[in-house]
Each structure stands twice: as structure tokens, then as C-alpha cells.
């Protein structure tokens, strides 16, 4: 990882407040000061520690409907990973750590959407610091693109089956707050291939020495995929802008052999 550690990072009750890093890398990919939130370092692995949301190897749906099996038959408490209020405003925090790094508001926030709890409880905090001007790029990958996929319908709608090798994005319905954030802030929502994901997850191993899940690729290929630039050429985003803020969600779900064993199953060089 290029640069030095600035950033304290200090015990939360739950989280970490994690570093916020420059990539000079992916500065130069993009042509723009590119910042990264490290929220792979959470003592989870994931962001998901903010909103204390429970952690599944399946897909999603799939645990879904195993959670409410054992809330109806034995009495459990079903908490959503991603669709309650309590889980977004943990998310939240991690907007007013950016504030507190950065001083003044990014181009942009870069963010991989699954069910939404993370674009919902970023929403949330960018309305709360006065940020809401910020363009939030919310990225998917096709197989796994529910919230594309009702926006584009304008109405929530279920994928029929969650195809994407970016599991931990496999939630065929997305929360309805996730509709409510694009009229509240403006989402700019893009969808890339699988490859794209994975290629990323690559050239980041490469350029800052830590492995992530595709998931997290998905948000990475904003910047290596060139989306940032097509953006910028369709007036869609400004066209000179301050910096930008990727959060590198997580790395859980991975490791060097399921990196290889992906790149070959999807044709990656």
C-alpha cells in the first residue's frame, strides 16, 4: 500500500474508526485524487461490523428465509443485515469520519450496493453533515444488480436468481429505503461484469497489496474500469473534481486461491 498511515485508528465499542488513505495508484488510473476508506480492516473484515449486521457464507436470500424460520418456530429476533433503521444510522458513522479526515466534501463516494444498507446508512450520513450535494456512485455487478434493477423499473423488483460470482452482493431485492436515497441524494447507478469485479480485485492485490472480494471489486472497477471518466464525458459528474472516496467494503470471503480459481472460471488474463 502506497503512502503512509496517517489515519489513528482507534477501538470503537463495536468498529474502528478506519484510515482514510490517498492511493496514488488509482490516482493516476483516474486522473483525480482518488482517497480509500479502509473498512476491510474492521475486526469483521467488513463495514457491516458498523451497523452490527450478522455475517453469512450463503446467499443472502437463502439466510433470509432461515432467519425467519427460526424467529417464527423458536422465538429468535430476526435482524436484517441491511434493511433497518439502527443498521443505517451505524453506517452512517462512517461519513462523519470522512468529514472529520477530509475537512472538506469529495467528488464523489464510490460504494458497492447488495441490499443496501450501506448506500442507505451513507445517504444518511451525508444528509447529516450538510454533504448532500455529494454524487454517491452506487456499483453492482450484473447477476446481482436489484437495485439497478428498480430504479430502472422505478418500483422494487426481484432478480429471479442471483448469477454474479460477487455473493455478497446477492440480495435479489434491495431495501425500499434504497429508492428513497436517489430521490434524497443523487445515485448515480452503474453496472459492470463479473470480470470487470475481479479484474479489479486484481490490479488493486497489485497495486496496494491487500485482497477483496469481488464485491468490493465492483467498486474498484469505478476507477479501473473507467467509469469515473465516462461520467465526467457524459456531464454526468463534474469535470474537474476535487477528489473522489472509494470505500473498500470487505475482504471476507476470499483468498488467493479462490482469486485464481475465479480468474480462470471467468476467463480473466
Same mark, same amino acid.
Given at each position: =500500500?502506497?503512502?503512509?498511515? +496517517?489515519?489513528?485508528?482507534?477501538?470503537?465499542?463495536?468498529?474502528?474508526?478506519?484510515?482514510?488513505?490517498?492511493?496514488?495508484?488509482?490516482?493516476?488510473?483516474?486522473?483525480?485524487?482518488?482517497?480509500?476508506?479502509?473498512?476491510?480492516?474492521?475486526?469483521?473484515?467488513?463495514?457491516?461490523?458498523?451497523?452490527?449486521?450478522?455475517?453469512?457464507? @450463503?446467499?443472502?436470500?437463502?439466510?433470509?428465509?432461515?432467519?425467519?424460520? &427460526? %424467529?417464527?418456530?423458536?422465538?429468535?429476533?430476526? +435482524?436484517?443485515?441491511?434493511?433497518?433503521?439502527?443498521?443505517?444510522?451505524?453506517?452512517?458513522?462512517?461519513?462523519?469520519?470522512?468529514?472529520?479526515?477530509?475537512?472538506?466534501?469529495?467528488?464523489?463516494?464510490?460504494?458497492?450496493? #447488495?441490499?443496501?444498507?450501506?448506500?442507505?446508512?451513507?445517504? !444518511?450520513?451525508?444528509?447529516?453533515?450538510?454533504? $448532500?450535494?455529494?454524487?454517491?456512485?452506487? =456499483?453492482?455487478? /450484473?447477476?446481482?444488480?436489484?437495485?439497478? !434493477?428498480?430504479? @430502472?423499473? #422505478?418500483?422494487?423488483?426481484?432478480?429471479?436468481?442471483?448469477?454474479?460470482?460477487?455473493?455478497?452482493?446477492?440480495? *435479489?431485492?434491495?431495501?425500499?429505503?434504497? &429508492?428513497?436515497?436517489? *430521490?434524497?441524494?443523487?445515485? &448515480?447507478?452503474?453496472?459492470?461484469?463479473? @470480470?470487470?469485479?475481479?479484474?479489479?480485485?486484481? /490490479?488493486?492485490?497489485?497495486?496496494?497489496? =491487500?485482497?477483496?472480494?469481488?464485491?468490493?471489486?465492483?467498486?474498484? %472497477? !469505478?476507477?479501473?474500469?473507467?467509469?469515473?471518466? /465516462?461520467? @465526467?464525458?457524459?456531464? /454526468?459528474?463534474?469535470?474537474?473534481?476535487?477528489?473522489?472516496?472509494?470505500?473498500?467494503?470487505?475482504?471476507?470471503?476470499?483468498?488467493? $486461491?479462490?482469486? $485464481?480459481?475465479?480468474?480462470? $472460471?471467468? #476467463?480473466?488474463?
Amino acid at each position: =500500500m502506497e503512502g503512509a498511515l +496517517v489515519e489513528r485508528v482507534r477501538a470503537e465499542p463495536f468498529h474502528r474508526v478506519t484510515p482514510l488513505l490517498e492511493s496514488w495508484a488509482l490516482s493516476r488510473v483516474a486522473g483525480m485524487p482518488v482517497f480509500l476508506k479502509y473498512e476491510n480492516v474492521q475486526p469483521a473484515g467488513s463495514f457491516k461490523i458498523r451497523g452490527i449486521g450478522h455475517f453469512c457464507q @450463503q446467499v443472502w436470500d437463502e439466510a433470509n428465509i432461515r432467519a425467519q424460520d &427460526l %424467529a417464527t418456530r423458536d422465538g429468535w429476533v430476526n +435482524v436484517s443485515p441491511f434493511d433497518h433503521p439502527l443498521i443505517w444510522e451505524g453506517h452512517a458513522s462512517l461519513v462523519r469520519e470522512l468529514k472529520e479526515s477530509l475537512g472538506t466534501p469529495p467528488g464523489a463516494v464510490v460504494l458497492a450496493v #447488495g441490499g443496501g444498507g450501506l448506500l442507505a446508512g451513507v445517504t !444518511a450520513g451525508l444528509l447529516e453533515v450538510g454533504w $448532500q450535494h455529494v454524487p454517491i456512485i452506487a =456499483m453492482e455487478t /450484473r447477476g446481482a444488480h436489484s437495485f439497478n !434493477a428498480a430504479l @430502472q423499473a #422505478g418500483r422494487l423488483v426481484a432478480l429471479p436468481d442471483i448469477t454474479s460470482v460477487a455473493r455478497s452482493l446477492g440480495a *435479489k431485492t434491495v431495501a425500499a429505503r434504497t &429508492l428513497e436515497c436517489a *430521490k434524497e441524494c443523487e445515485v &448515480l447507478s452503474e453496472v459492470v461484469e463479473d @470480470q470487470e469485479a475481479v479484474r479489479a480485485v486484481q /490490479r488493486f492485490l497489485d497495486d496496494e497489496r =491487500m485482497l477483496v472480494e469481488p464485491a468490493c471489486g465492483a467498486a474498484l %472497477a !469505478a476507477v479501473y474500469s473507467g467509469i469515473l471518466g /465516462r461520467l @465526467q464525458a457524459e456531464g /454526468r459528474l463534474g469535470p474537474a473534481l476535487a477528489s473522489i472516496v472509494v470505500i473498500v467494503c470487505g475482504g471476507n470471503n476470499i483468498s488467493s $486461491q479462490q482469486l $485464481q480459481e475465479l480468474k480462470t $472460471q471467468l #476467463g480473466c488474463s
